[in-house]
């Protein structure tokens, strides 16, 4: 019997503190959403963004930044460089993802990066207002 290749999901700034800020798990909604072998990583660009949050935002979203990144150590997830001289990071997550010869979703609130990804073809995983996470199905790019 052949074994399905784990499904890589990259996480992002955004989902990354939403998720904490609203105390929920990010593994066990991700579980519960894939119901298969999942690898959960993110990008050197998200770790950096993290950081520069961490140092300059207000109290409440520093808080919540310094968190993630705690959580991105404790949980030991991959982080993957991005491979690509840029500042912004959705750049990165979208080269990265184009890139990817992997099964890949990436997890993300914002809704641009959600359209790019649903245009090129990529899965988008986003939280749904309570609890549960929704992912987009992957449309392939058209050939016009």
Do not use: W
Not at 16 to 28: A, F, H, K, S, W
């Amino acid at each position: 019997m052949k074994t399905r290749q784990p499904l890589a999901v990259l996480l992002d700034t955004s989902f990354i503190l939403v998720m904490l800020e609203q105390r929920r798990d990010i593994d066990e909604e991700l579980r519960d959403l894939i119901m298969g072998p999942a690898r959960i990583a993110t990008l050197d660009m998200v770790e950096r963004e993290l950081q520069r949050l961490g140092r300059t935002r207000s109290s409440k979203v520093g808080t919540f930044a310094n968190a993630a990144l705690e959580l991105l150590k404790a949980r030991k997830y991959p982080i993957f460089a991005s491979g690509i001289e840029t500042s912004d990071t959705d750049a990165a997550i979208l080269s990265f993802s184009l890139a990817s010869n992997d099964p890949l979703a990436v997890a993300t609130i914002d809704r641009k990066l959600r359209f790019a990804l649903s245009r090129l073809g990529i899965q988008a995983i986003y939280p749904r207002r309570s609890r549960g996470l929704m992912m987009s199905s992957a449309v392939p790019p058209s050939s016009t």
